[in-house]
């Protein structure tokens, strides 16, 4: 293994700040008894002195491949529920590697946090060198600090979840390998990698989604999700000749360096190919985070297990995009048409999915569209250079986002896998801790003070704000979507936990726990059975699990908290962590402040309260208010109701075209000249020269010596010829 971080004498000088920092730790704890405490510390101390950060980055992915290989060999033998706390397990240690990851990359100078590690050479010819190798740096540490300490909380929700599942097993090894991939994109230290682990991630979501595998509809989001994942992963590639074609190597920090260096040229035809490279990039972006107009797999996705749409709405997936751009901002501020695209799609996506998420009835519908809106508000940050604000939402957003799943996957146990927001009410007083953790979530994503996402989400607006001229209208659409956001939000809250409690919940608050006499598919109401491929037949609620209150606890305080981290514009804590994957950047601002903040924070708190006032009114003040609207409004309900018909439109200008021309050429080319002339024309050709030798064969001496004679004569023929 090789690692580099700088200069040797830089390392030197690294290693030594690091040591002394230890060594002055070691001193304070020099008072220990020698007890058991004092050596655990001691051996602490000695282990964080001699893991490096690079190797830290190998163990964060090493435990959860381990989980993955370990419970798919051996689910067999595994009893009970010890696959899902192996699988928890693997993801809590590789959680704590990355805060070793952390801790090891602090010891270092902030110009020397940039550290790449080698394992082995996985591609080497001619003008290609493919390592395989990680980048550990403050961005990277960042992502896997979420990934792995969401997921943790996510797998330990889902052991009870799906403690009575015939696919138990299964699915932990799925869920290890999900976040196994989505902890390789974020290590790779070159495209090779990268494009290894955005396929591996689109594979998980494909056997997650479609799990319960003998549901139709299962099945064909699953298909949905991996095609049009597909297409993002051809951007990906093609995105990645174009700049390679200039560069000459697949290695992150080599690129940037030649980027930086002339590589593309400045007015010539590179330009060109880095503008090209780079909006392919964004489609690659655009199908992993689910932005228009591809993203219709994204609310078809809930098809999977509740946590899984947990797992891929707040720790994975749909942050993929959104990684991708910050990690190649020296690509995209060197093509500013690119970042523009990435700036207007995000604001456009947040906009357009609020509207949609108003009129879903599927409570996991509602939470999947504020998902495609809020992860807009961070393609529309980092494409405009609000790389740390737009990174701080995504924490956030991990919390909450986590939390309303959790929450709304209580409900449906409760619900006996309903999910239908016309089917519930009344749960407040049945289920009052599954309600507090659904109004801290709501707050939080309604972008409330004091709660996370009134940090995170005005920091983006304010710095959008900050680039001036017509980002002006993005930062306008922004409110907007803010608005939409506090309404549909809490009209989900209020219809699913107010007014009247349907039978469901008068039922839990008398002590029982509704069980439907027949299992059924909530998106299509078809009958099922309770075997492997179909959920289980046991249903629970937060209330009666404490692996998944705990879960729920823990991100109820994240999204209570975590925007205490950085209060915009006031102190900068992500801003200066963040700054060393940033350094060269000309947009990446630090410590800066303007009087723009005070009417932003100000504004966003007014929106959301309107936002709630006005869900009020509609579904609890004056029940009946939303019809009357409907009827009125008929043309736009009709509009966001259908989701601006994106899936008529994709199935009529793509997928029928497409779908009539392979059975055209099914039908001509392929029966014609694939099946009648290659395959069939060399298998005639074997068959008459077959027949020929058969006929020769006939088992006469007499043909066979005539033969002989006239082949000697015809050798002695040729050789008369030549002379």
């Not at 207007?344 to 939470?367: E, M, P, S, Y």
């Not at 959008?464 to 930062?475: K, Q």
């Not at 088992?699 to 002989?708: E, H, N, Q, S």
Request: aromatic residues 12%; contains cysteine.
């Amino acid at each position: 293994m090789s690692t580099s971080c700088g200069s040797s004498r830089d390392e030197k000088h690294a290693c030594r700040r690091r040591i002394g920092v230890l060594g002055r730790s070691r001193a304070k704890h020099a008072t220990l008894p020698a007890s058991l405490p004092g050596l655990a510390c001691r051996l602490l101390i000695g282990l964080v002195e001699t893991v490096t950060a690079t190797t830290y980055g190998w163990l964060v992915l090493a435990f959860p491949l381990a989980g993955t290989i370990g419970i798919g060999l051996g689910y067999r033998k595994l009893p009970g529920r010890s696959a899902g706390w192996i699988g928890t397990g693997a993801i809590f240690l590789s959680f704590l590697a990355a805060l070793g990851a952390l801790i090891a990359m602090e010891g270092h100078g902030e110009h020397h946090r940039q550290m790449v590690s080698s394992l082995w050479s996985y591609a080497s010819t001619v003008g290609v060198n493919a390592q395989m190798s990680i980048l550990v740096d403050p961005l990277s540490v960042f992502m896997i600090l979420i990934v792995s300490g969401v997921s943790t909380l996510i797998h330990l929700y889902s052991i009870s979840y799906l403690t009575e599942d015939r696919g138990f097993a299964r699915y932990f090894a799925y869920l290890n390998f999900f976040v196994f991939s989505m902890l390789l994109l974020v290590l790779a230290g070159n495209f090779v990698l990268l494009i290894a682990g955005w396929a591996f991630v689109g594979a998980a979501s494909y056997l997650l989604i479609s799990f319960w595998y003998r549901r139709k509809t299962a099945t064909a989001a699953g298909i949905k999700a991996f095609v049009i994942n597909v297409v993002g992963d051809v951007g990906l590639v093609l995105g990645t000749y174009f700049i390679f074609k200039h560069t000459g190597t697949l290695d992150f920090l080599g690129t940037f360096h030649a980027a930086a260096a002339g590589a593309f040229g400045h007015g010539s035809s590179g330009d060109g190919d880095l503008v090209a490279g780079c909006l392919l990039l964004l489609v690659g972006a655009f199908a992993k985070s689910a932005q228009i107009p591809l993203h219709t797999w994204l609310p078809d996705a809930m098809e999977g297990p509740t946590p899984v749409s947990a797992l891929i709405h707040a720790a994975t997936m749909v942050t993929a995009g959104v990684y991708l751009i910050a990690r190649m901002h020296p690509l995209f501020e060197l093509a500013p048409a690119a970042e523009d695209v990435g700036a207007i799609v995000g604001a456009l996506t947040l906009l357009i999915a609020g509207t949609i998420a108003v009129t879903q009835t599927d409570i996991k519908r509602v939470i999947a569209y504020s998902t495609m809106s809020q992860i807009g508000y961070m393609i529309m940050g980092v494409s405009v250079g609000a790389y740390a604000a737009g990174l701080f939402h995504l924490m956030t957003h991990a919390f909450f986002k986590a939390l309303l799943f959790m929450g709304a996957g209580s409900i449906i146990g409760a619900m006996a896998g309903e999910q239908s927001l016309n089917k519930m009410g009344g749960f407040r007083k049945a289920m009052p801790f599954t309600y507090g953790c659904f109004i801290v979530g709501g707050l939080a994503l309604s972008g409330l003070p004091p709660f996370s996402g009134f940090f995170s989400k005005d920091e983006i607006l304010l710095v959008t704000g900050e680039r001036g001229g017509w980002h002006w209208a993005l930062y306008v659409i922004g409110y907007l979507g803010a608005l939409l956001t506090a309404v549909y939000t809490f009209r989900m809250i209020f219809r699913a936990f107010h007014g009247e409690p349907v039978p469901e919940a008068r039922e839990l608050e008398e002590g029982h726990l509704h069980h439907a006499e027949e299992a059924r598919n909530p998106a299509d109401g078809e009958v099922e059975d309770t075997d492997v491929g179909f959920p289980g037949p046991f249903h629970t609620i937060a209330e009666r699990a404490l692996p998944m209150r705990v879960a729920m606890s823990l991100l109820a305080i994240g999204a209570l908290g975590a925007g205490f981290v950085q209060i915009p514009k006031v102190d900068f804590v992500i801003d200066d962590f963040l700054k060393p994957s940033f350094i060269g950047s000309k947009l990446y601002e630090t410590h800066t402040r303007n009087g723009l903040m005070v009417f932003g924070i100000v504004l966003g708190t007014l929106l959301g309260l309107a936002g709630i006032a006005i869900a009020y009114r509609v579904w609890v003040a004056r029940p009946g208010t939303a019809e009357r609207a409907r009827e009125r409004l008929r043309p736009l309900y009709e509009l966001f109701v259908n989701k601006w018909w994106f899936d008529e439109l994709i199935g009529a200008l793509i997928v029928r075209p497409f779908a009539a021309f392979g059975s055209f050429a099914k039908g001509t080319f392929e029966r014609v000249f694939v099946d009648e002339t290659l395959v069939g024309g060399t298998t005639g050709i074997v068959r008459i020269g077959s027949a020929a030798v058969r006929a020769a064969q006939s088992g006469f001496v007499r043909y066979y010596a005539a033969l002989l004679v006239l082949g000697l004569a015809g050798v002695g023929f040729y050789f008369l010829l030549q002379t």
